[in-house]
């Protein structure tokens, strides 16, 4: 009687970051990367504002990406627009887009561009209930600026992969209206037993910091930034820096697992995936000397595919997602046993 086949599954690396890898395209001149930071105001202004767009000129000088600054809602034209990877809200206060400027800006992140919210973003555009689902959360209150402790829940993002776990600092920290956990990513929350929240409180689940792919685009958001001092604390800037590099395609879409199941002599793959707005995924496998790929599908943030059947042996099973919009890519290899 045969024996059934086993199959024994075995990470190639321990850290996790070394599992992705970015395309093979060049990288694009620093030019041809330009974040529009958007920065006006129809109520409070944070004197935060000059040193958050400082900040991000600093960034992005460093980092490969123009930033070009502007409290003209004139700049939000589809024309305009089509210039930039990404646009983000930095401290915006109020309504400071008409129709037709929204129009356009909803149209823009339906192409595949991104968006970046900073602080009071989130206290912008109450009227306009596709900008909320955009931003994840209206602002609701805040307690006076003081220290607290956050969790950082998700580490695997670009804006996170380079935060303690526990991250204490001084800000100013919002009570939002609803829970974005329901349509985002979240990323960071905020423990409220290390300060006092005031009579928003959350309670448990309090994030402050989220991520979503939403209508074709990517959008990331931060309640953090309200102080000038934020802007010159190395741990804040990197946050700031992946948050851009997400928002704009410069990060390579991330694997954050993958799952087998032997099917007689085949392999059953699955990998949830994120950071990718148009993605392609497949899986390959090399067999004595040939090279056999096929192409997976796509169920929201999984793919999943099932390998031709494979003889004896050890094998290396390569899976592949590509962001389309990008040309970006992450690659993580497995190996597999088959008895």
């Given amino acids: 009687m045969k024996r059934p086949a086993k199959v024994a599954v075995f990470a190639l690396a321990t850290f996790a970051a070394s599992l992705q890898s970015a395309s093979a395209r060049p990288e694009q001149a620093p030019s041809a990367v330009r974040v529009l930071v958007f920065t006006k105001t129809v109520g409070f202004r944070h004197s935060s504002i000059p040193s958050a767009v400082q900040a991000l000129r600093e960034l992005g000088a460093q980092n490969g990406f123009t930033i070009e600054a502007t409290d003209d809602s004139g700049a ?21 887009l008409n129709d037709a400027q929204q129009t356009a800006f909803e149209r823009y992140i339906r192409s595949g561009h991104g968006f970046v919210g900073l602080h009071s973003a989130s206290d912008t555009e109450y009227s306009w209930p596709w900008y909320g689902r955009l931003i994840g959360a209206f602002f609701k209150s805040h307690p006076a600026i003081q220290r607290a402790t956050l969790d950082v829940a998700d580490r695997r993002h670009p804006s996170t992969e380079r935060l303690p776990r526990r991250w204490t600092r001084t800000d100013e920290w919002y009570n939002f209206a609803t829970n974005p956990r329901r349509s985002a990513r979240v990323l960071v929350t905020i423990d409220e037993t290390t300060y006092a929240p005031g009579a928003g409180a959350m309670g448990r689940d309090h994030p402050i910091a989220w991520a979503h792919e939403f209508e074709g685009g990517r959008a990331w958001y931060t309640s953090g930034g309200h102080t000038e001092e934020s802007y010159a604390e190395p741990l804040f800037r990197a946050h700031l820096l992946g948050g851009i590099r997400y928002a704009t395609g410069l990060a390579p879409p991330q694997i954050l697992s993958i799952t087998t199941r ?28 040939r090279t056999f790929s096929r192409s997976m599908r796509l169920e929201g943030t999984r793919a ?17 997602v590509q962001d389309q919009s990008t040309d970006r890519q992450a690659v993580v290899r497995r190996t597999v046993r088959i008895r």
Avoid: H, K, M
């Fill in 76 to 96: 939000f034209s589809e024309s305009n627009l089509a210039r930039y990877a990404a646009v983000a809200f930095a401290l915006t206060t109020g309504d400071v």
């Fill in 262 to 289: 032997l099917r007689g002599r085949r392999v059953a793959v699955s990998a949830q995936y994120a950071g990718c707005t148009r993605c392609a995924a497949s899986i390959q496998v090399r067999v004595r000397g």
């Fill in 304 to 320: 999943q595919a099932t390998t031709r059947a494979l003889p004896a042996g050890r094998w290396t099973l390569v899976v592949r």
